[in-house]
């Protein structure tokens, strides 16, 4: 679903009601209300142009997904991110994600004039 872009669909589909969410070293978004808020921010924002699971590494419970984002924010700035999204899953729900990428990642490109 996130490949094709359906970001909030799949909120309610895969997380689990008390489920956390945490970029980097930032504190946690807690709840799968408060994960929904922060996607809703971030589609605002940009437009994902591309969305692609590079790969995805599964232990048990455990789950990493290196993703490919490809973005363009409202005024037209390009970003391009990489991270990986290291889940634990509770049957078939999401109870715990935390994402790891280069801050740097998010200064935006300037399209040339």
Known sequence: MIENKEFLEAIPLFYAEDM?????????????????????R?????????SRAA??????????VHWVFAMTTRDGA??????????TWRGDRIVSERYFYDPAQ???????T
């Open 20 to 40: 956390t969410a945490q970029e980097n070293g930032e504190p946690p978004r807690v709840g799968r209300q408060a994960q929904v808020d922060n996607e809703t």
């Open 55 to 64: 790969s995805v590494v599964v232990d048990g419970d455990r789950v990493a």
């Open 106 to 112: 998010r200064m935006a490109r300037r399209p040339p």
């Open 78 to 87: 390009r970003l391009r991110m990489e991270e990986i999204a290291y889940q």
């Open 42 to 50: 971030a589609l605002a924002y940009m437009r994902f142009d591309e």
